[in-house]
């Protein structure tokens, strides 16, 4: 029995329960979106606080769109009071006032009471086709301020006391290029609520107000011992960690970096980003809440792993963040912010695992590989009517861990791997695209002790209209994602046009033209690689030469060791040699 006197079983039962109500909200968007961002990359989360704005459950989802919610919950609740009822549902976008991430992310709020009193909130997010704006999709980099990318929505009520208003709708989505995908899109994300709903009073009528609500105190009280735990099995300390991105999309070909110093002192954890880049004009910034989200994503991977479905308020309370207004880690209204979700979010998370892998080497992570997504908006033949394409498919693999290899296949560190990516089949159904090429290319990993997931060659053939594409949701043209613990970091990246045997470069944060019968091309590096790769296990190497992952070059020069590739064996007298 705890000291709150409740039954394990029960705490047990609810904790769990918190956890699959929180998964079946994403269940029931899977099943029920339409768009392929929502529906086949899964760019959504759902999540459940109380009445006192404290994270319950966020079990999995990009980072960027619930580790910070409290926030936004907390905004809410201050905003309405008392104006809150059964049966409200209130949508925001604002990360100046709504504290969300960027303006595609709509999320969707409702309060849940019981018996006349607010108990819980649940939200719902997902990435919108459009929202308005100077180009489909919400990332173009070089907007005058933020109402150039889109429409603001501060929050405000779309369902009041279970009453649709029409108004609001007619208003968000008038404003939108799609508004039947985004309005199916919106409605998936509210049916999803009224799950979280039926099923949290469901568990309230069965356990009662007072049981559930200890086991919420309970929960939350474990996971902060749990976290400060961890904190306290590290070293005290300031440890050091930077990341840049190619540039702002505006100043082209200037660096914007981030810095983090992350001081342990015993069992609390400070991660203060004070010596980053100033705002930029830029769409690579972040507000304080999308900062804050990836600097704690970032520290929860050095904690036991087994606490990581289940990371609540309680495992924020031993950490502490620090982003003076005005940083790109702080940016102030109206700065731009369209692209951070990729950059500068995704060097916040590397900055972090950068600094803690220097205090916990035995647990040292490398960052994965850049990420190359991109907005396209054209014509497709064969409708006749426009699209919006957003993909990240090109994207290189994740970096190693201190005794594990990167894994592989595309994927993005932003969302630690809970955005998936979408079948050519798919990708050919949906879109005038035809993939021509699509696979892994060697010697693109960062190499270590253990190295990086691979880099990717893909390139596919505009079969419809002459498109603009936006690369802002891109990086690694001129910045690789650093690897740890003397492993290399991942290796650069490259993106073209090509037409014939004519090849144009292209580059990131910027608008590229791809006419029909062009191929797009993204030659995408992996991830960074963990530890001397003069230490990886000879054995390991061959393994990665047979299965074409590196060359036998690569063997020799970075791994020392080397590789007779007609017999498939090791050279040990000349692999000793050069490992002496």
């Not at 709020?109 to 997010?125: S, W």
């Not at 613990?485 to 292209?506: D, F, I, N």
Request: proline fraction near 5%; aromatic fraction near 8%.
């Amino acid at each position: 029995m705890s000291a709150r006197n409740i039954d394990p079983i029960t705490l047990s039962t609810t904790w769990h329960a918190f956890q699959s109500i929180a998964k079946e909200m994403r269940h029931v968007i899977d099943r029920t979106a339409q768009s392929y961002l929502i529906a086949q990359l899964h760019d959504m989360a759902a999540g459940i606080w109380d009445a006192r704005a404290r994270t319950v459950a966020v079990p999995e989802g990009p980072t960027s769109m619930f580790l910070s919610q409290h926030f936004s919950v907390e905004y809410i609740l201050d905003k309405f009071g008392d104006d809150l009822h059964p049966g409200d549902v209130i949508v925001t976008n604002d990360p100046y006032h709504g504290q969300c991430n960027h303006l595609p992310d709509w999320g969707f709020f409702r309060p849940i009471f019981y018996k006349g009193e607010l108990i819980f909130v649940a939200l719902t997010r997902g990435h919108q086709m459009d929202t308005g704006g100077s180009f489909p999709g919400g990332y173009f980099p070089n907007g005058y301020d933020i109402h150039a990318e889109g429409l603001i929505i501060p929050p405000i009520k779309c369902f009041d006391r279970g009453k649709e208003r029409a108004d609001i709708f007619e208003l968000l989505w008038g404003n939108v290029r799609w508004p039947e995908g985004v309005r199916i899109d919106n409605y998936a994300l509210m049916a999803a609520l009224q799950v979280c709903e039926n099923r949290i009073l469901a568990m309230l009528e069965k356990y009662g107000r007072d049981v559930i609500l200890d086991c919420v105190d309970e929960m939350q009280d474990r996971m902060e011992r749990s976290v400060r735990d961890g904190i306290s099995k590290m070293p005290d300390g300031t440890y050091y960690g930077e990341s840049a991105t190619d540039d702002d999309g505006t100043t082209l070909d200037e660096q914007v970096w981030v810095r983090c110093e992350a001081t342990i002192k015993g069992d609390e954890l400070i991660l203060d980003f004070s010596k980053s880049d100033k705002q930029r004009k830029g769409f690579v910034n972040c507000v304080y809440a999308s900062t804050y989200s990836r600097a704690v994503a970032g520290s929860f991977l050095f904690f036991d792993p087994a606490l990581a479905p289940f990371h609540n308020a309680g495992s924020m309370r031993p950490i502490t963040l620090i982003a003076p207004e005005g940083s790109v880690c702080n940016a102030q209204y109206p700065a731009t912010v369209g692209g951070s979700p990729v950059n500068v979010g995704t060097q916040v998370l590397e900055a972090t695992v950068s600094a803690l892998s220097k205090a916990m080497p035995e647990k040292a992570i490398a960052s994965w590989g850049r990420r190359r997504g991109h907005y396209l908006a054209g014509t497709d033949p064969r409708t006749g009517e426009g699209y919006v394409q957003t993909t990240t498919d090109a994207d290189g693999g994740s970096g190693a861990v201190w005794g594990f290899d990167g894994a592989e296949g595309a994927m993005g560190m932003s969302g630690l791997g809970s955005i998936q990516r979408g079948s050519v089949e798919e990708v050919e159904t949906r879109y005038p695209w035809r993939t021509v090429r699509y696979h892994f290319v060697p010697d693109l990993s960062g190499a270590g002790r253990w190295r990086g997931g691979s880099g990717m060659l893909w390139e596919v053939e505009n079969r419809g209209s002459d498109v603009s594409v936006a690369t802002g949701s891109s990086d690694g043209d001129l910045t690789q994602p650093p690897g740890a613990a003397g492993g290399e970091p991942g290796p650069l990246c490259k993106m073209y046009v090509r037409h014939g045997e004519e090849v144009t470069p292209a580059r990131t944060h910027r608008m590229v033209e791809v006419k029909t019968d062009e191929i797009l091309g993204k030659l995408s590096g992996g991830g960074g690689g963990v530890g001397d790769p003069a230490e990886r296990d000879p054995e390991k190497v061959l393994t990665d030469v047979v299965n074409e992952y590196i060359t036998v070059e690569m063997a020799r020069e970075t791994y020392r060791v080397v590789i007779d590739l007609e017999t498939r064996s090791i050279d040990w007298e000349q692999t000793q040699a050069l490992r002496q």
